[in-house]
């Protein structure tokens, strides 16, 4: 079979590799898309600490069983999966407390074990154990399934801001996951959406299609000043740093109302990742900063049932489909913001 290796940063290589074998408790799919992420650039510029090279990569997968190993359940051959990437353990402190994003011993597709950018892969017991493989449901494709993962970590980071009926939200960044949180505040009852992006080709390219209330170029206008304009000078009630931004990050403490919530989902680099937080204004204003760290089994299961039904559609946000010898291709439409939703096809 065909794979993409990992082996130092700059070098990602597209070999030939043996078809692997399922074991006890473990499923063989055919991988039939696993779409890319701004963390799969990353891994290839600058490697990854968890990563022991050489290590397919991939974690946005979707494919069908083809053989299921001894004590896996009851899949067979044929049926639909999606499968998660990021595995808790199931059993420590934080899983037993239902924090599973937050599992100290969490592993990851594409990082421990090998993931989707190959033609079949294995998904180890533990995935399974843990509810981690969902079947897909009737109307949705390999591709949008795919997208049920970045899906997910958007519904986490939604519900630890408690978005809800009413709210208006600010989201920073247009790229596919700030796509995705548009779509899902709108799906949880906000009453308006404002999408921020610094880039104006690529905040229109999104605009166009997930149709916010206002898009706001922050690169060249006060985004605060008409966030309170906009809100008769009270503020949003949700902020969500969708990109790697300090800028956005401060800016979203300033715009939000009294209660808000500013919910930092997007990481800072981590050479430099402390920003200034006003106490005063968080203690006076009864303002919330909360975190948001990936997705549980649980939220992989909820974002494909919202694909399925429609409330939250991905389809259109998957801009190029691409054969596993066009990784390189692919991870270069992603550094370049050229895309929306990239996917390949092995």
């Known amino acids: 079979m065909k794979v993409a290796r990992f082996y130092a940063p700059a070098d990602i290589r597209l070999e030939d590799a043996p078809e692997p074998e399922p074991g006890p408790g473990e499923l063989k799919i055919r991988v039939r898309n696993c779409s890319t992420c701004g963390t799969d650039v990353k891994i290839s510029r600058f490697g990854h600490h968890h990563i022991v090279p050489p290590r397919v990569m991939g974690h946005e997968i979707a494919g069908e069983v083809v053989e299921a190993g001894a004590g896996a359940g009851d899949w067979a051959a044929g049926d639909r999966v999606q499968v998660i990437a990021a595995i808790p353990c199931g059993r420590c402190a934080e899983c037993r407390r239902g924090r599973m994003t937050v599992c100290a011993a969490q592993e990851s597709m594409g990082y421990h074990y090998d993931g989707g950018f190959a033609e079949y892969l294995v998904v180890p017991a533990k995935v399974l154990a843990v509810g981690g493989v969902n079947r897909v449901p009737d109307g949705v494709s390999f591709a949008e399934a795919s997208v049920a993962e970045p899906l997910a970590c958007v519904l986490n980071g939604q519900e630890l801001a408690r978005v809800g009926e009413g709210d208006d939200v600010v989201v920073f960044g247009s790229g596919p996951v700030g796509c995705l949180h548009v779509r899902v505040a709108r799906a949880r009852g906000a009453a ?155």
């Open 192 to 346: 308006r959406v404002f999408l921020v992006e610094v880039n104006a080709e690529r905040l229109h390219r999104a605009a166009a299609l997930v149709k916010p209330d206002a898009a706001l170029d922050a690169g060249s206008g006060d985004v605060v000043g008409e966030i309170l304009e906009r809100t008769g000078g009270r503020g949003a009630d949700v902020a969500i740093t969708a990109a790697a931004s300090a800028a956005a990050q401060g800016q979203a403490q300033r715009l939000v109302a009294p209660g808000g919530r500013v919910s930092l989902f997007g990481g800072l680099p981590k050479d430099d990742p402390v920003v200034a937080v006003d106490a005063n204004r968080v203690h006076y204003r009864e303002l919330s900063l909360v975190g948001a760290n990936g997705s549980s089994p649980a939220h992989n299961a909820r974002a494909l049932e919202l694909i399925g039904s429609g409330r939250v559609p991905v389809e259109d946000l998957l801009t190029h489909r691409l054969p596993l010898d066009a990784l390189h291709d692919a991870l270069d439409l992603v550094t370049r913001g050229a895309a929306i939703k990239v996917t390949i096809e092995p």
